[in-house]
């Protein structure tokens, strides 16, 4: 399919800069599978659910990726010192990672960049920014001093509009947070707190989770004009035994599997097997959800509103239809619904089959 397919117009003043306060108190469209539309908040949720339902969340947790470095003047002909911002988005090694640097046209493999009292080596380099730094200090160690030296990482359309700030710490993180690897949260999971926990409980509706360590590659534009054409970064995901089982008795049983956020639903399609069930281990996963594809496991599907032309609203498309989303986006952003990370959400359930 050609990405301009996936392009609509948004509004400056739909893109949310702070979540809403409660978290629970976001709005929630709800598209169902025919393709009706129906406003709502979060604290409705339960309602649009079924007694028996299970939601699949993502627990993975933020680091503190988001990290300023000095290059200092090289001796001879280098010029002054520079100053960069590093955005590490994937762990190589327990003294490694990957990381997208600004300006990283001033940067040589060799190059040392300070953090502080953190200091990294630039031991390869790739297109687009790319950097592999190898630091010195590691493991446990380097956790540390990553989270003394670092801040949350806001996605570009956030950062470029204002600075991180202590609210971001708590405000970009689920509170069911726990497995430490993500650059960028599970944002679905932002709305929920332990009020809408509990009258989900009340309600009957399940819950199981599975971590996928969100990657800064998750913002990269497609640049691409066809779909076939766009490469997915990897990022590494994992469903315990526990969560395996509890996702194939629900399947079993006939009761819907409802992923919390696209992160979730990369997670359990990328684990599925042909018969519709889900094993467990982990995987490093590319998998790449466009219309056409086939979901194994999802029966709907929890998520933010995404950008224009991006692989996360071309899943949300597979979902419940290309012109499905196109209305049910161009009805957000007319009612004034927030956009992206720290906006308001859907629930999504999946498409009525067409008949042929």
């Known amino acids: 399919m050609r990405v301009s397919d996936f392009d609509f117009d948004l509004p400056e003043e739909n893109i949310a800069l702070r979540?809403?306060?409660p978290r629970d108190a976001s709005r929630l469209l709800h598209v169902s599978s025919a393709g009706k539309l129906a406003d709502h908040v979060m604290l409705e949720l339960p309602d649009l659910l079924q007694p028996g339902d299970l939601l699949v969340i993502n627990d993975t947790k933020v680091i503190p990726a988001a990290l300023e470095g000095i290059r200092p003047a090289r001796p001879v002909g280098g010029g002054g010192p520079v100053t960069l911002e590093v955005n590490l988005h994937r762990r190589e090694a327990p003294d490694r990672w990957r990381a997208f640097i600004r300006p990283a046209k001033r940067l040589k493999i060799g190059d040392v960049i300070e953090f502080g009292s953190l200091k990294a080596e630039v031991s390869a380099k790739a297109d687009g920014g790319d950097i592999t730094l190898a630091f010195d200090k590691a493991g446990a160690e380097l956790d540390d001093a990553i989270t003394q030296t670092g801040v949350p990482p806001l996605p570009p359309?956030?950062?470029?509009?204002?600075?991180?700030?202590?609210?971001?710490i708590s405000d970009y993180q689920t509170i069911f947070a726990k497995d430490e690897g993500s650059v960028a949260a599970p944002t679905a999971g932002l709305h929920f707190t332990e009020r809408l926990f509990a009258a989900l409980d009340e309600r009957g509706v399940e819950r199981t989770h599975v971590t996928l360590h969100v990657g800064a590659?998750?913002?990269?534009?497609?640049?691409?004009?066809?779909?076939?054409?766009?490469?997915?970064?990897?990022?590494?995901?994992?469903?315990?035994q526990e969560a395996a089982a509890a996702i194939n008795k629900a399947k079993t049983?006939?009761?819907?599997?409802?992923?919390?956020?696209?992160?979730?639903?990369?997670?359990?399609?990328?684990?599925?097997?042909?018969?519709?069930r889900i094993r467990s281990g982990s995987i490093d996963t590319d998998i790449f959800i466009t219309p056409g594809s086939e979901f194994l496991i999802a029966d709907a599907l929890l998520t933010n509103f995404h950008l224009p032309k991006s692989t996360l609203f071309m899943l949300v498309s597979a979902m419940s239809g290309l012109d499905v989303m196109q209305n049910a986006y161009a009805h957000a952003i007319a009612g004034g619904y927030r956009f992206y990370s720290y906006g308001d959400a859907c629930l999504l359930e999946r498409a009525e089959p067409t008949e042929s």
Not at 255 to 263: A, D, E, L, N, S
């Open 253 to 276: 049983e006939g009761r819907r599997v409802i992923p919390v956020g696209t992160t979730a639903l990369r997670t359990i399609e990328s684990l599925a097997t042909k018969q519709g």
């Open 217 to 240: 590659g998750t913002f990269l534009p497609v640049k691409c004009e066809d779909t076939e054409d766009h490469a997915m970064h990897f990022e590494w995901c994992e469903a315990s």
């Open 157 to 168: 359309y956030i950062a470029r509009k204002r600075d991180v700030d202590d609210a971001d």
């Open 19 to 21: 979540p809403a306060r």
